[in-house]
């Protein structure tokens, strides 16, 4: 199938139709009925919620498709003994035409702000400062930027996509329900569908697709992640050292560490918990592998501890409070060489994410824009509003 001409997003064609939204539907609101839609968008990651807005505001009925009870994907924030901290993606740097521009937006909404400009990294001689650099984080929490992206959009939350059929004109998309007690699966029919999944997550929907074929599946198969463990530990304060000099260390080369950062630095201290240091521990993808379906995680906890206590203070082996989250699909490791995949088939079905040609978060913004530019030339060829455009106009 042929690919659509690129389409300079950062120059804004003539605006589009804008849409309201129907309803934003919750996890307890489930209708028991058909959804029809122009376009269902699996995954509410960047990559979903970026392709989720040229089309809605040129008009396209849409909605996305969620396993999770919230937005984001690794936009992921928790509260540990009452205290937020974020376990997925740690900070936004300006690194990219796209990422720069939502960078300039979330700060104008005062969604995010500055965390730190000194960051360091642990190498054999000890901890090294790296270039100065600005790092951007949401007081409130990662997440709450996802919210702030997702809130004009509609999502059903806690359904997992089963199987994917044909039915004229587009798709029929059959739904599992993720959390126990919900409603019964529902469908949705959609002319066009994106996957804005993890590529292995993808190749299981499309083996429920007839007649894919074998030679992209098998170059699908081939897109790998490195997993992750992260730790988050909470630690007294009159156990703490008074001053601290790292916020972000990183790890190259480890065999067990990745990244270990100060991440109650990012909040206020009179905010609830945030007196007490809140620490996240990022493992290594050879250490994750080893324990990543361990039924007790007691050990690796408190290798991981131990570990960040070597380097960089005896303090960090004993927290108060410890939560351990897996991340399976951390980091793309075997990238797609294009920005999206579009399927061979009679209705538009496309795959994006941030394993679309590289391993940034740059990367998802730019296969969603590409995601959503292929779906709206396989249809109805409309205006699609430059993303700059969008996000200034949601501020």
Known sequence: MSQPPAIPFDNPLHLGQEVGVEAIIGADEWPVFNMNVDIAIVGAGLAGLTAAHPLQAAGYS?????????????????????????????YLTEEGRLLSGLV?????????????????????EGLQPNSPQTHYVAPEGMSQIAKELGRDVPVWYSRRVAAITPQAPGWRVRLEAVRAGSDAPLEVTARAVILAIPAPQAVTILDTVPGMNADVMNRLQSVTYDPCLTLLAQYSGNRVPAEIPWRSVEFPGDPDLSWLGLDSSKRESSSSGSDRPLVVINSSAELARSHLDDSDVTEVIEHLLSQGAARLGSWLQTPEHRHLHRWRYAIPAQVWPQDTVVLDTRAPLVCCGDWCGSRQVETALRSGLAAASSVNYQLDHRSLTAISQLWEAQG
């Open 62 to 90: 849409l909605l996305l498709l969620e396993k999770s009870r919230g937005l984001g994907g690794r936009l992921a924030s928790y509260r540990l003994n009452g205290a937020r901290c974020d376990r997925g993606l740690r």
């Open 104 to 124: 300039r937006s979330l700060r104008e909404r005062h969604v995010i702000r500055p965390w730190i400009t000194a960051s360091h990294r642990y190498t054999a």
